[in-house]
């Protein structure tokens, strides 16, 4: 427990690494359908102003803590809090372990639909017959099982090389590929003959078509997007060394995974208008019972969509690994486990618990909780609940028990001129505690 914790190599690294676990299945998958469901401009806008009034302050909160402690989620609570706040660290590590639990199924999921590209599976201009594609996946026993034993394993080999030869150095190639194959989607994308139609209804906000459930929406996908209130921020931060300018660092996180999610609905709104399909047709089945219509129609449509679908892929692995880490890091820190036996009991752990998640959209589909299945309720539970409310804490931490001793920090001790560091401090303690604090409240009972 006292051996030299590891810190990122360059900058570069880090963010790269950073933006990585932002920039996910959450950016790609998520964003465009929950855009095309919402109302499309109308949702880019309340999610870009979460983004600024909630995410960035509290992207900073997660890294600053982590970065003072130099620990994990548990013991940086307890280093810069005291008594009492470490169950916030250790709730964000059961959150970010339930997330993963089902956040690899999705992986999973991509794995399939590259190897049905190719195969000639996804050939079809017919929506129902691609959705039954899709429905005959995730029915099937152990195919989808398989798929995401695959990709949990991916994730560990990652987590298993450490900080610098492991997550840095895989987050320097697979983020700019990431980069370069969605770029180049975008292009084809917006070039279709009909696209000009998806990028009105993206970029041009509809407020008429706005309610409370909008706003729900809007947070819920800005935290699970940035990987707030689960961990992986902090412990990322906690690998940084104490003279970085962290507002900077911050912020170029912040703006590269905002970015690529608007790129993503660039992306795929406008080829859903081009192909004739209703922006909110598929909810979250939208990437795989939808989209492969819109590669079938396109020249050259077998690679693009195998592009997107590798795409989809690499952007979940540089997601789950910061979401495995968070867990492997407070066994490594508070339980003196190596690292490499602490990776695979928890993948294996992650596993486990992916099967039923699995099998709920298949054989058990038919067992409910409170109404949801098993997939649905720890999806519901980590977006509607859990991430708002660590945020929430985090926040609450923050702002009032840190206090000046965070500016103090952020500035590291004055050495760096913030004169906005005061604000950032109120929104903490008011703006940020209240607003999530109501859509909560919506998430839940709304």
């Not at 600053?64 to 548990?74: F, H, K, S």
């Amino acid at each position: 427990m006292n051996t030299a914790r590891e810190h990122w190599g360059s900058r570069l690294g880090f963010i790269m690494a950073a933006a990585g676990s932002a920039v996910g299945l959450g950016n790609i998958w998520k964003f465009p359908y929950m855009t095309g469901e919402n109302g499309g401009g109308a949702f880019l806008v309340i999610y870009l102003a979460c983004i600024v009034v909630f995410g960035f302050s509290l992207v900073m909160a997660e890294l600053l803590i982590g970065r003072a402690a130099q620990r994990n989620p548990v013991a940086a609570f307890r280093h810069v809090a005291g008594r009492g706040w470490p169950a916030v660290g250790a709730m964000g590590i059961v959150t970010a372990f339930i997330i993963l639990s089902f956040y690899v199924v999705v992986a999973g999921w991509t794995i399939a639909y590259m190897l049905f590209t190719l195969n000639g599976s996804l050939a079809n201009p017919d929506a129902a017959a691609l959705g039954q594609v899709f429905s005959d996946l995730v029915a099937n026993a152990w195919q989808p099982v398989v798929y995401a034993a695959i990709f949990t394993v991916l994730t560990a080999l990652v987590v298993i090389g450490g900080v610098g030869s492991g997550i840095e150095r895989a987050s320097k190639i697979l983020m700019p590929l990431l980069f370069l194959i969605l770029v180049a989607l975008v292009i084809r994308a917006v070039t279709l003959p009909g696209a000009g139609e998806g990028l009105e209804f993206f970029l041009i906000p509809d407020f008429s078509k706005v309610t409370g459930a909008t706003f729900t929406a809007a947070i819920g996908q800005a935290f699970f997007s940035l990987s707030l209130g689960m961990g992986a921020m902090l412990t990322y931060g906690s690998y940084l060394p104490k003279e970085r300018n962290l507002p900077a660092d911050a912020f170029a996180v912040v703006v590269l995974d905002t970015v690529i999610a608007v790129l993503a609905g660039v992306m795929v709104l406008p080829a859903m208008f081009a192909a004739g399909i209703a922006p909110g047709e598929g909810g979250a089945g939208t990437t795989f019972k939808v989209l492969p219509a819109v590669f079938d129609a396109m020249p050259g449509g077998v690679i693009f969509g195998f592009g997107f679908f590798l795409l989809l892929a690499v952007a979940a692995l540089t997601s789950s690994v910061s979401l495995l880490e968070t867990v492997v890091c407070y066994f490594v820190d508070e339980r003196a486990v190596s690292r490499r036996r602490a990776t695979i009991l928890s993948a294996t752990c992650v596993f486990a618990i992916s099967i039923p998640a699995s099998l709920s959209s298949g054989l058990w589909s038919e067992v409910t909780f409170f109404g949801k299945n098993f997939f649905d309720l720890m999806d519901f539970l980590s977006s509607s609940i859990l991430l708002p409310l660590g945020g929430m804490l985090t926040a609450l931490c923050v702002g009032w028990v840190m206090g000046p001793r965070a500016i103090a920090a952020l500035t590291n001790d004055g050495k760096l001129s913030m004169p906005w560091a005061g604000v950032w401090l109120f929104g903490l303690r008011f703006v940020a505690p209240l607003g999530i604090g109501w859509i909560l409240l919506q998430g839940l009972f709304g």
